[in-house]
């Protein structure tokens, strides 16, 4: 999808939420997705039969009537094309997954970031020890303490 045509529908939105009945860019039109800009004309990839009825029923005529008023585009095409949008959801999770660690460790829990106080000072030193020398110092390490006091923080640390 072109930056040109995300733009142009940004600006669509922008238009039917001051000119359209209040709500109808929320429940129907970011629904839609913009798919090409090609010749003044403007696909969306609309989520379902129903969603497209709507639109067409109820806003298309104004819309399209608005947008060309501003040059952006001469005539809005509603698809239904579940195939498309669910090639994109599947691609955003495939995303989401690699960004994951895939250890399950949390990366910001460091030793840096870990704040040393009276109640977590001995753990503290001891976690440095080992990461430091593994296998030498304080092994094995045993944590026990209540809630909150960084006992996770630091084993995802060392």
């Excluded at 829990?109 to 110092?137: C, I, M, T």
Aim: hydrophobic share 40%; aromatic share 6%.
């Amino acid at each position: 999808m072109e930056d040109n045509t995300e733009q142009v529908w940004r600006k669509i939105l922008e238009i039917a939420e001051e000119n359209l009945p209040k709500g109808a860019a929320d429940i129907w039109l970011k629904t839609c997705l913009p798919v090409s800009l090609v010749d003044k004309v403007l696909t969306l990839d609309v989520p379902n039969v129903f969603v497209r009825e709507q639109i067409q029923s109820r806003f298309i005529e104004r819309l399209t009537a608005l947008t060309s008023q501003r040059g952006l585009a001469d005539r809005i095409v509603l698809e239904v094309g579940g195939a498309k949008k669910d090639e994109i959801k599947r691609a955003e999770r495939i995303s989401r997954e690699s960004e994951r660690p895939k250890n399950g460790l949390n990366p910001d829990y460091q030793f840096d970031s870990f704040v040393v106080g009276k109640s977590n000072r001995l753990a503290h030193a001891a976690s440095l020890a080992v990461a430091e020398s593994p296998g030498v110092a304080y092994n094995p390490l045993f944590f026990w303490g209540g809630v909150g006091l960084g006992k996770t923080h630091l084993l995802h640390a060392i």
